[in-house]
């Protein structure tokens, strides 16, 4: 029996990284039951690939939200922004299963993702349909939907010639930061990046001695992933899945936006499947070229 206790608003802290992981995988998998797209794995097997990423989202949290019980202190929800060059992105958002529908949601997304903050709010937002109207509630409108693509890394082919070179000093990243600028409108911090090259095989590609695209891979997930022009997009993906094979993978999944139809059709040409769970990209205005553009993944964020 859900209780309803008075609810109280806090910032998150440390002590509140292991607890919000467990919340969001009782709200995740109850809404993957519920949408009959169940997930595999209890938090505790998720916490060794998730631990890196939830440090770091608390780390360099623009706003870090919790809900709980006024009484008990018991943890009843929390959510979570960044921002970056503008660009406000809600992180997180998530209810226990018995505690939604009853506003906590709506109080945690007037404190971590407030109207009027950065040029541009943007979520990756699940196909929840609480999720979904409190989202449209606070201003943003589905653009188009985010698809997971997986499948066996294959063999490299030929394809025309891109050269790519590790993403390993100052003027590498100022390249891949310029080339998310363009495509993202949108750069990430060089924090940010020197925190994703301590995890991820990042490479900038490079025809004629201009660079044309970056792309970041990891063992916990793959992106993001940037081409100036969508035609260079087979080139990188081939470039990333020939790495995944040398990274021994037995799997590679990308976050896709469905307006990139070159990467979707390029990896259905592959033998890639779509996952049956399907993500939003919700945001209060336009923004981005996400005919080139594919996202940090898991998909928490861009
Ligand atoms: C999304 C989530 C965080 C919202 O938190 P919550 O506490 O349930 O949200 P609230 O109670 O504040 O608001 C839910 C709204 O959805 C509305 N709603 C519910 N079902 C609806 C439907 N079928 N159609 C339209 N509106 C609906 C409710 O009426 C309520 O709006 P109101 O307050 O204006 O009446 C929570 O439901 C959750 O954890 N969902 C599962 C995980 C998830 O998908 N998270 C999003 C990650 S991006």
Known sequence: MASEQPLGYRRGTLDDV????????????????????????????????????????????????????TDSSRLVGFARSIER??????????????????????ALLERAFPAGRGTVRSIVATSDVRAQARYYAAGTVARFPLFTLAGVPGAMEHIRPAMAEPIDGEHAIEAQR???????????SDDEIRWLLDRRQGHLYRRADR??????LGRAGAGPMAALEPSD???????????????????LELQVPAPNAIAIRHLMGRGYRFDSWINFLMSDR????FDRFIPFGPPLFL
Request: proline letters at 6%.
């Open 211 to 216: 660079v044309i695209g970056f792309s970041f």
């Open 178 to 188: 310029a080339i998310e600028r363009t495509v993202l409108g949108h750069r990430r």
């Open 18 to 69: 292991v607890p919000c992981h467990e919340l969001m995988w009782l709200s995740v998998t109850d809404l993957g039951r519920r949408q009959g797209t169940p997930l595999e794995g209890s938090a505790t097997d998720w916490w060794p690939s998730s631990e890196p990423l939830h440090r770091q989202l608390a780390q360099i949290a623009a706003e870090w939200w919790v809900a709980e019980e």
């Open 233 to 251: 997009l087979p080139a990188v993906l081939l470039h990333v899945e020939a790495l995944a094979r040398t990274m021994g993978l037995e799997c």
């Open 286 to 289: 336009p923004f981005g070229q």
């Open 85 to 106: 060059d503008g660009l406000l992105e809600l992180t997180e958002c998530f209810v226990r299963p018995d505690q939604q529908s009853r506003g906590a949601g709506k």
